[in-house]
């Protein structure tokens, strides 16, 4: 198992005005979405770089990125290798020790980033910390996102981690060269497996910290077969064997989910 280099417990004695989290929104054609989640970034108690990769919106992206311009750290709107290379790029750009991804149509709450920080530095073997999230449909009722602390049992059966709350130690995302290319829509469990596997348990944070917007045009919505097997695959990967969870939730997960979907729109 690797270790976290002993630089990364420096991280809290940062200049104030030195960014302590490397933010970056990767976004395609969420327009509506994409200032509300700049927004809640900017309003963080801690220092942040903000780093927008657009894949070439052609909505109302491009105005919100230029009227942004001046607070973001870098932004660049182009056709790009998908959502986890655009992730990768605008991570190496950034210089911050603490790093995390936020999708372009959900939101940080007040403080999250501060106190995800913070479970960092009280875990300092710990390559990344999380916290609980809402989903939030397009009516504005919310649910809670199934968030559970870390144990390998949990992880194996469903991904126990909602990625809009999590920060990652810089050092741990460089050692494992950050998001598999190759994935498209469990990336982010991926992640979760390897960063347990190479350093160990990744820190629970008890408190919302996150909120995930469902809408008709998110990506695992309208393509939840494909997500659910790229996840069995993932699982497989990393554990080696298939718990029969996996078979026997499927139907539920897939298709009854996808039906409710389709009943949910036509209200």
């Known amino acids: 198992m690797m270790t976290l280099a002993p630089e990364d417990n420096a991280a809290a004695t ?3 005005d ?8 990767p976004s395609y054609n969420q327009g509506p979405y994409l200032e509300d989640a700049l927004q809640s970034i900017e309003i963080q ?7 927008v990769m657009d894949g070439g919106s052609t909505d109302i992206s491009l105005a919100v990125l230029k009227r942004w311009s001046e607070r973001l750290a870098y932004w660049r709107s182009e056709p790009d290798g998908g959502q986890a290379s655009a992730i990768n790029e605008g991570i190496r750009r950034g210089t911050a020790p603490y790093v995390c991804w936020l999708n372009s149509d959900d939101k940080l709450e007040p403080g999250s980033l501060r106190a995800l ?6 875990n300092p073997t710990a390559p990344a910390a999380y916290g609980n999230a809402l989903n939030i449909n397009s009516r504005g009722s919310t649910s809670p996102v199934w968030v559970q602390p870390f144990s390998e049992r949990r992880l194996r059966l469903r991904c126990i981690i909602s990625q ?7 050092s741990a995302w460089e050692a494992l060269d950050g998001l598999d290319p190759t994935l498209h829509f469990a990336l982010d469990y991926d992640l979760w497996w390897r960063l347990y596997r190479s350093f160990g348990p990744l820190v629970h944070v008890p408190r919302i910290l996150a909120v995930n917007r469902l809408h008709t045009d998110t990506k695992t919505r309208n393509n939840r077969a494909a997500h ?11 554990h080696g064997s298939l718990p029969m969870k996996w078979w026997l939730a499927q139907p539920y997960a897939v298709w009854w989910k996808a039906l409710l979907a389709q009943l949910g729109d036509r209200k």
Do not use: F, M, N
């Open 14 to 16: 940062a200049r104030a």
């Open 18 to 25: 030195s960014p302590q989290v490397t933010v970056v929104v």
């Open 45 to 51: 108690d801690v220092a942040t770089e903000i780093i």
């Open 117 to 122: 920080i913070k479970a960092l530095e009280d």
């Open 164 to 170: 809009p709350g999590t920060l990652i130690r810089r």
């Open 228 to 238: 659910y097997a790229e996840a069995i695959g993932v699982v497989r990967r990393h």
